[in-house]
């Protein structure tokens, strides 16, 4: 439900931004491992745009510590790899 609703938020604000998306990290570190055949995704989806807000935000090494972590969870999670190609392109 988190996760929707912080898709769902509208604001400008990047301190609101950044903390909102850390509520819905945070939420998805203290939950309960899924269960065989149970539904299991956004977590992934929650650290990039954590990642992202950060970024936004000129956090350039904490986005990509989200971001990695995402990738860590879903390596295939292609919205994931452009970012951390951002992250490293600003980085420069």
């Given at each position: 439900m988190m996760l929707i609703?912080?898709?769902c938020a509208r604001t400008s604000d990047s301190v609101d931004v950044i903390s909102r998306w850390r509520k819905v990290v945070h939420a998805f570190e203290a939950a309960p491992v899924a269960r065989a055949g149970a539904p299991d995704w956004g977590q992934a989806e929650a650290l990039?745009?954590?990642?992202e807000a950060l970024?936004?935000?000129g956090k350039n090494v904490a986005a990509r510590d989200a971001i990695e972590q995402a990738l860590v969870i879903a390596p295939d999670y292609e919205t994931a790899?452009?970012?951390?190609q951002a992250v490293a392109t600003q980085s420069r």
């Open positions: 609703a912080a898709l990039t745009l954590f990642g970024l936004k935000d790899k452009s970012l951390l």
